[in-house]
C-alpha cells in the first residue's frame, strides 16, 4: 500500500503565518492548505524566469526563429544554395536568388549560380507564370549556362567497358520556354519550345583520358562538332502520388515527345518519345510499400541523321541502375525498370529492398527484355514531413558493389 | 525548468515533519494556487528540443510515488489546473454540450483578419476580429478530410472540459470568402517564418490550401483566443520557476498523471506539451496562472493535417526496441497495428475499438505524467472517463457536426466500446469501492466496477474497523469485522459515540469471486460535533 506523502506533512514553520490573499478564505491554522501556502511563500522568495540552455536553446532559436528557412530564403530574395549539378561535380555551392508574386502576384523569378569544387558551373534564370487563371494555367521560360568540365563516357551501347571511361567537358546554354494547363491538380498537359546551343572539349579530370583521345567521331556523333538545336515539344502528365516527395500510393504517369532539329548541318536531327509509369502499392496501413517504376526513352531519326552523344540518355548509377556507375551506358534508346520493397522503420527512416533491370540499345528493334543488366541492394531513407531528405543506397551488380548519399527521394 | 527543485522541497518537507495523517482542514476541496503573483515571463516551448528531451531522456521524477496534489480523499481539490465537474457533479446533457462556450462564437458579419499563418502545413487565420471585437483562431481541415479535425477538436474541448479541464471555446463555423476583411494591420507568417503585411492575395491563397463544402463554403473551427495573457506551455513535469504557485511536481499532479485513461479512450496521443497553455489571468483582484490543455484537433481519428497515422496511439514516435527489429527482419516482423483495417470515412480518419487496449496505449512520446500514473491514478481517469453515458457520448459527438451520420455512428459505438475496454481494464486493477458517504449510522458505498459491468458482484464485502491515532499513525483493532452483501455497513456504535476528533478506520474487501484485485479500500472517519465525517481514503495498489 502506498500513502500520499502529504499525508504525513506537517505543518511548516512560516505556515501559521499565511493569511488569504482577496477572495480567499484564510486557511485553517495548522491545515493543508496553510502547509501549502507556506512552499507558495517560500518559492515565492526563490522565484526566476525560465531560460533556455545548451541544447535546448540552440533548437528553440533554429525551429522558433526558423533559422533554417531564414538561411534557405536568405536577404531580399538572395540565399545560399547547394548542389543541383551532375554527379560527380562535387560539392556545389552558390547564391539563389528568389523573388514571387511580382507583377500582381502572378510573376515567380529565380536565378541561381553554382561552382564546384571540380569546377563545374551553371548559371540559370527562370520566370515564371504558376498562378494564371487561377492556377489552371502555367508559364515558364527558363535560360541556362552549363559548363561541366568532367562528364563521364564509357562509350556508346550496351557493350561499353568500364574500364574505357574517359571524361568530356559539356557546355551548353539553353532557352526553354514552357506553356501549359492544369486540371483537378493531376493532370498537367503543355506544350514547350527553345533553343540549345552546345559545345564539348577535352576533359580536365586528369585520371581518366579525355574523350576525343579514346573515342572517334565515327563511333561517337558529334564529337567533332556540336551542332545547336531548336527544340518543340509536348507533353502530359497525370499524377495523383499521395506525397510527391515520398509517395507511398498512387501513381505518376508522363509521356513526352521532342523533335531537336539541327539548325547548323541538318546531320543531328532527331525526335525523342519519352514515358515513365510509377506506381505506388501499398498495404498494410501504407507502411509497407511496393514501389515500380518503368521508364523508356526512344529515339527516332530520319535516315542520314543521327543523335550527338552527349544528347543521348544515359543509365547506371543513383537514380536507375544502382550497382553501376554514374551514367555508365549511353546510347539512342533506354528502358529500366525498378522495383523496390519499401517499410517504414519509424517515421524518420524507412528502407528498401531494390531491383533494377535496364539497358541502353541502338535500334529500336532491340526494345525488349532480353540481356538486361541488373542490380540490387538495400536503400536507407532518412524522411522529414513528405519528402525524403537523404537516401543512402548500396547497390551490387556485375560490376561491384556502389554506395550512393542523395538528396531525394529516387522515385 | 526546476523540477528537481520542487522535488527537494517537498522532500524536505517530508523529512522534516512529524507523522499526523490529517489536518484539521482535511479533506481540502479547493487548493489556493491562484494566489495574487507577479507576473511571469512568457516562455515559449522549442518543439524539437520537447520531443527530443522526452523521446530520448528522462526528464521528471520518475520514483513510483502517490500524487502530490490530491487531498487525502484521493480527489483532486479544485485548482487553476483543474474543476471537478461531470464524474463528481452530474452534469446536465445540455450543460455537456456546450462544454467551455460562453457564447455563440464569432457574429455573423465580415471577420477582420489579423494575423494569418501560411507557414508549415497547417494554414489558417491566427487570429480574426468579430463585430462584437472578439478575437479567434481559425483552423481548418486538411483536402481529403473535411469535417475531420474540425471535429475532432470541438468534441475533444467538450469532452476535456466536461472531464474537469481548463480548454478553450471551439465553435464550428461555415464562412465565404467575402466574409473576411482585411485588417488594416494584418500580417502574415510566411513560409521562412517572416511576418510581414497580409494582402487580399494571402486570404485567397490560403484558402486554396484548404477543403471547400460542396455549396462553396469552408468549413472550419473557430477558437476562441484564451483570455489574459499568454505565458507559454506547460510540461508534464518539474514546476514552473517563475510562478510560486506552481508548487506540485507536474509529473506527480493527479489530474495529469489520470489523463491517461482520458487520452486512451480518445486517443488524444498529441498529448504533448505544446499542447498546452499557461494563461496569466486577472480574477477577483489577483493575476494567477492558469493552466490549460489546448489543440484537439489531433484526437479521435484525426490527426489534425491527415488521419491518425496507423501507428497513433500504438507506439511512440521513437522506439529503439521496434525500429532495430524492423531492421534486423526486413520489416518481415511489426506490431499487430500495422494490420488493423479501418472503415473509411474521411471525416473520421483512423480510430477503432476492437484492438484498442488502454493500458497499452502510447502517446507521441513518453510523457512524464502519464509515466508516473499509478493504478490509482488511473483509476481516477477511468472513474471520469465511465462517468460519461452512451447517450452523453452521443450528445457530445454531435458537436462536432459531422454531415455523414454512419461516420458519426461509428465514432460514438467506437468510443462506447473503448469507455468499456477503459472500465474493464482499470476499474479492475484496484478495489473499486467508492462514492462513499455516511448517511445516519451506516457507512454507504459503490462498487463501481460491478455498477459498470465489468466485474462480477463479489459473494460479500467485509469490512474490519480500527481506531486511528492520527497523532502517531497507529491503528488498533477494534475486533469488528462486519459482512454485508448489499452496498453499505453499520457503523460501529462506538464510532457513532466517540469523541468528537477521534478517528476510526475501516478496510473494506471483496469477498470472494469477482474481483481480480482483493485489495482493500481504508477508509478513515473522524467524529465531529455534527456527526461522523469520511476525511480519507486510501487504495492498497
Known sequence: MQIAPQLCLVLLAGGLRLAGQAGDEPPVAGGRLAQWNSLREKKAQQVEAPERKGLEKALYEVRERHLMERLMAGWQGFHLGYGGLHVGSGLALGPDWRQERLAGGLVDMRASLRGSLRKYEKLEFQIGMPRLRNEHVFLDFNVAYRNYPQERFFGLGPQSRPEDRTNFRLEDTTYLGTMGIKWKRVFRVGVKGGIIATNTGPGTDTRYASTEKVFTPRNTPALDFQPDHYQVGTFAQMDWRDEPGNPRSGGNYVVEGNLFGDRNRSLYTFRRYEVEAQQYVPFFNRRRVIAFRAKTSLTDTSPGQSVPFYMMPTLGGSEDLRGFRDYRFRDKNLMVYNLEYRWEVFSGLDMALFGDAGKVFTSRSDFSLDHLEGAYGIGFRFNQAKSVLLRVDIGRSREGMRFFFKFGHVF | ?541
Open chain 2, 1 to 541: 525548468m526546476c523540477f528537481k527543485r520542487g522535488i527537494v522541497l517537498w522532500l524536505l518537507v517530508a523529512a522534516l515533519a512529524p507523522g499526523q495523517k490529517f489536518l484539521p482542514d482535511d479533506p481540502v476541496g479547493r487548493d489556493q494556487d491562484d494566489r495574487n503573483i507577479p507576473a511571469p515571463k512568457r516562455y515559449k516551448l522549442s518543439d524539437y528540443y520537447d520531443f527530443i528531451q522526452n523521446s530520448f531522456g528522462n526528464p521528471g521524477d520518475r520514483k513510483p510515488r502517490t500524487a502530490m496534489n490530491i487531498n487525502t480523499l484521493g480527489e483532486v481539490p479544485e485548482s487553476a489546473w483543474y474543476t471537478n465537474r461531470h464524474a463528481r457533479k452530474r452534469m446536465t446533457i445540455e450543460e455537456l454540450v456546450r462544454g467551455p462556450d460562453r457564447g455563440t462564437g464569432p457574429a455573423p458579419g465580415t471577420w477582420k483578419v489579423l494575423r494569418g499563418k501560411n507557414e508549415g502545413i497547417t494554414p489558417g487565420f491566427s487570429m480574426v476580429e468579430d463585430s462584437r471585437g472578439d478575437r479567434y483562431a481559425i483552423k481548418f481541415d486538411p483536402p481529403g478530410n473535411l469535417e475531420m479535425a474540425t471535429s475532432a477538436d470541438v468534441i475533444g474541448t467538450k469532452f476535456f472540459y466536461a472531464m474537469g479541464y481548463y480548454v478553450p471555446e471551439n465553435y464550428i463555423v461555415y464562412f465565404r470568402a467575402d466574409q473576411l476583411e482585411l485588417g488594416e494591420d494584418a500580417v502574415i507568417s510566411d513560409t521562412p517564418g517572416r511576418q510581414r503585411k497580409m494582402d487580399h492575395r494571402d486570404i485567397h491563397e490560403l484558402l486554396n490550401r484548404v477543403a471547400k463544402t460542396a455549396d462553396g463554403r469552408y468549413r472550419a473551427v473557430a477558437s476562441k483566443i484564451l483570455a489574459g495573457q499568454d505565458v507559454g506551455p506547460f510540461r508534464y513535469y518539474g514546476t514552473r520557476p517563475d510562478d510560486p504557485n506552481d508548487i506540485f511536481p507536474h509529473e506527480h499532479r493527479r489530474e495529469l498523471r489520470g489523463l491517461w485513461a482520458p487520452c486512451a479512450w480518445l486517443n488524444h496521443d498529441d498529448s504533448r506539451a505544446v499542447n498546452t497553455l499557461d494563461m496569466l489571468v486577472n480574477e477577483n483582484g489577483k493575476q494567477f496562472v492558469r493552466h490549460h490543455l489546448i489543440d484537439f484537433g489531433s484526437i479521435l481519428g484525426s490527426g489534425s493535417v491527415s488521419e491518425q497515422k496507423p501507428r497513433a496511439g500504438y507506439e511512440y514516435l521513437w522506439e529503439p526496441g521496434i525500429a532495430f527489429t524492423r531492421i534486423l527482419t526486413l520489416g518481415f516482423y511489426d506490431r499487430h497495428w500495422i494490420h488493423i483495417r479501418y472503415p473509411v470515412y474521411p471525416s473520421i480518419g483512423r480510430i477503432e475499438g476492437d484492438y484498442f487496449r488502454p493500458e497499452n496505449w502510447k502517446p507521441e512520446y513518453p510523457n512524464p505524467a502519464l509515466l508516473n500514473s499509478l493504478p490509482e491514478d488511473a483509476y481516477w481517469g477511468a472513474k471520469i472517463v465511465v462517468s460519461f453515458t452512451d447517450e452523453e457520448i452521443r450528445k457530445i459527438v454531435e458537436t462536432g457536426q459531422l454531415s455523414d451520420k454512419r461516420a458519426e455512428e461509428y465514432l460514438v459505438q467506437c468510443l462506447i466500446k473503448r469507455r468499456d475496454k477503459v472500465a474493464r481494464y482499470w476499474l479492475n486493477q484496484i478495489n473499486a469501492v467508492d462514492r462513499l458517504e455516511v448517511q445516519g449510522d451506516r457507512l454507504r458505498f459503490e462498487d463501481l466496477a460491478v455498477q459498470y459491468g465489468v466485474a462480477k458482484p463479489p459473494a460479500a464485502y467485509t469490512a474490519e474497523w480500527l481506531r486511528y491515532d492520527n497523532a502517531n499513525d497507529r491503528k488498533t483493532p477494534m475486533k469488528v469485522t462486519q459482512e454485508v452483501t448489499g452496498s453499505s455497513f453499520e457503523i460501529p456504535a462506538e464510532v457513532l459515540t466517540a469523541r468528537p476528533g477521534q478517528y476510526y478506520t475501516a478496510q473494506i474487501r471483496r469477498k470472494d469471486g469477482g474481483a481480480k484485485i482483493p485489495k482493500a479500500v481504508h477508509v478513515y472517519v473522524r467524529r465531529e460535533a455534527g456527526g461522523i465525517k469520511i476525511v480519507g481514503i486510501e487504495r492498497e495498489e
